[in-house]
């Protein structure tokens, strides 16, 4: 079957750095994404990543292991408005055809 | 540029109803996609289309039906509403090509089943 975890709430300071999990298990890899989704809103694309190895965007960062089918979302210097919820989603067999999105985990940032 | 848009935002349907939702995209999209969204549940697929005319069944596809008789348009309906189908309803759409594959999701639809 296809699965991808994630937790399901993580709290934070403004200003400081979180990580957030993604663990998934997919019949095939054609990448992994980053969304972020506040509340209310659509889901908007923050990352991609297809091979191991570090990908970085201003504050956000993102980083896949394919072998440990395991990625992370790394947000620094955290404001208020990051808080929300962010998807993991894995993009199996067959390009476009075979999206699994996790179950979100939702970002409160503290002042 | 509107990107992707969802007619209606809101509905309420009583058991029994039918709808259409209408999602409609000025990218030049090759696919596009329906996901219902549940709490602690994430996004499912309910369908998808990899072009003009074609569609084809994701997670969840029971209850519903699509059509995709025009690039731009991707139609999701429900031919007898149940309360299991209140949910919140994203169409999104992408090139459909190997390497980044993002979806543009539309502003989504509230749906509610009495």
């Known amino acids: 079957g296809q699965n991808i975890d994630q937790p399901t709430e993580m709290t934070a300071t403004e200003g400081a750095i979180v990580q957030i999990n993604c663990t998934y298990q997919?019949?095939?890899?054609?990448?992994l994404f980053w969304y972020q989704q506040h509340a209310g809103e659509a889901p908007t694309f923050l990352s991609y990543n297809v091979l191991d190895g570090l990908e970085e965007k201003g504050r956000f960062s993102s980083f896949l292991s394919r072998s440990k089918g395991y990625s992370y979302l790394l947000l620094k210097e955290l404001q208020m408005k990051d808080s929300a919820s962010y998807l993991c989603a894995v993009e199996g067999d067959n390009y476009g055809q075979n999206f699994v999105f996790g179950p979100g985990t939702r970002l409160s940032v503290l002042p | 540029n509107a990107g992707v848009t969802q007619t209606p935002k809101f509905r309420v349907l009583k058991t029994g109803q039918s709808m259409t939702l209408l999602c409609a995209q000025d990218m030049n999209h090759e696919y596009m996609y329906w996901y219902r969204q549940d709490p602690g549940m994430g996004l499912r697929l309910i369908h998808y289309?990899?072009?003009?005319?074609?569609?084809a069944k994701g997670e969840v596809p029971d209850g519903y039906n699509v059509s995709r008789l025009k690039k731009q348009n991707f139609l999701l309906g429900l031919e007898s509403a149940a309360p299991s189908q209140t949910s919140v309803y994203f169409c999104?759409?992408?090139?459909?090509?190997?390497?980044?594959?993002?979806?543009?999701f539309g502003p989504g639809t509230r749906l509610t089943v009495l």
């Open positions: 999104a759409s992408s090139q459909g090509l190997a390497g980044n594959n993002e979806q543009f």
């Open positions: 289309s990899v072009g003009e005319g074609t569609t």
């Open positions: 997919t019949s095939g890899f054609n990448g």
